[in-house]
């Protein structure tokens, strides 16, 4: 026996609307984030995520309030991202509801907020959020919602964000974000060779062998997809009963 | 009937308390040694090192009135809330509250397994004793899990857990009950144990 493989069902959130988009432009809107959550946890997900994909530039009050309907319907793991940049961000959210923060950008401008955090709150609710795109051999770090492009290696940069007392590693690969022709498995396996943390695996879902072989190629620990669950297209319940025939251990 | 959250101030005890409130439940933040009164049944979610929470109970003045509870009303320890039942912990030098025989050790890999520690996540809960607290709810069901110590098995053992080594996932004595899982985090099956701890009768 094993941990389950986790299915994460991603809310893409920006005005207290669910929005999805495609290769992280052309924004459309798919309805309330608390139903869409409670949906998700009668369906069998296994955690639920929540990005703010605008609070970078946005004012917060609106998430929070999010944060806090979200929390008081559903009861299983949920993890909240976008903006965060202090502790007290964190504190907030946290107090608010969330189980795990997912820190992308401010990561890269300020590492020391992932050493921060992890003292202070633990390992375990901080997840270092990674957007990557391939460049030849290697997988480039992007910022800022993936409009910015840095120099870091996305491996290296995930090894590190393991080192300063990341808990997990959500990397979403921005080549496949959005297109469902499959997930990255070459990052993916790169990153679990890599790692003992554990790696949430995140673009591409479009069919129900691009989720069961993120497992199997990629060794993923976890998959998050927001639009083939968003629009029922594929069910939790079939990825499951998928993985299980190939011999993964999942929670039906 | 009141249920009691103890809030020593280094734990998450909001979502056990929602958890409770959504199941209709009138809930008190115990966070001073005179929120005690008044309390019928209390719940102790407990987060981070043995040894900080010990501190932080004494800090508080909170420790001995716990102590008091413990003895006599339905108590219900969370994670950190199981292990400080215990006499010790490898985690810290301070000492747990003795109730219940034997230490807390870190998570072994008996088997190699190459295992993540924490173990984060959804695992088995295997029933090894009936108890009213699992009524309901079948064998060997996913709970979930973040922690990384836990208590080899002991005569109070009442389901066990395989990660590494087989481990005590919950356990009970008289009227006192304690989750290495979160309840609170384990979906509908998670409800359905703390609405049996709601109704639960000594």
Known sequence: MSLAVRIIPCLDVRGGRVVKGVNFKDIVDAGDPAEAAKRYDAEGADEICMLDIDASFEERSTTIETVKSIASQVFIPFTVGGGIKSLHDIDMLLKSGADKVSINTSAILNPDLIAEASKEYGAQCIVLAIDAKQDGEIWNVYTHGGKNKTDLDAVEWAKKGQDLGAGEILMTSMDKDGTKSGFDNNLYMELSNNLSIPVIASGGAGELSHLVDAVKLGKADALLAASIFHYEEISIKKVKQALQSKGFEVRL | ????????????????????????????????????????????????????????????????????????????????????????????????????????????????????????????????????????????????????????????????????????????????????????????????????????KI
């Open chain 2, 1 to 200: 009937m009141r249920l009691g959250v103890i809030d020593y101030g280094a734990s998450n005890i909001h979502s056990v308390a929602r958890a409770l409130k959504s199941l209709g439940s009138k809930v008190s933040i115990v966070d001073t040694p005179d929120k005690f009164k008044g309390i019928d049944k209390l719940v102790f979610p407990g987060q981070g090192s043995m040894g900080s929470c010990v501190k932080k109970l004494k800090e508080t003045e909170m420790f001995n009135p716990l102590l008091e509870v413990i003895k006599s009303k339905p108590f219900l320890g969370i994670c950190l809330g199981l292990q400080i039942l215990f006499n010790s912990s490898e985690e810290s030098e301070e000492k747990g509250l003795g109730i219940i025989n034997g230490n807390i050790t870190k998570i072994k890999d008996i088997n190699n397994e190459n295992l993540k520690i924490p173990h984060m996540g959804w695992n088995n809960v295997k029933i090894e004793k009936k108890h009213e607290l699992f009524s309901g709810i079948k064998d060997k069901q996913f709970f979930y899990f973040v922690h990384s110590f836990v208590s080899a098995k002991t005569e109070t053992s009442i389901t066990t857990t395989y990660y590494g080594e087989e481990f005590v996932s919950s356990l009970a004595t008289e009227n006192i009950f304690a989750t290495q899982f979160h309840p609170e985090k384990s979906g509908a099956i998670g409800l359905k144990f703390l609405e049996n701890f709601i109704n639960w």
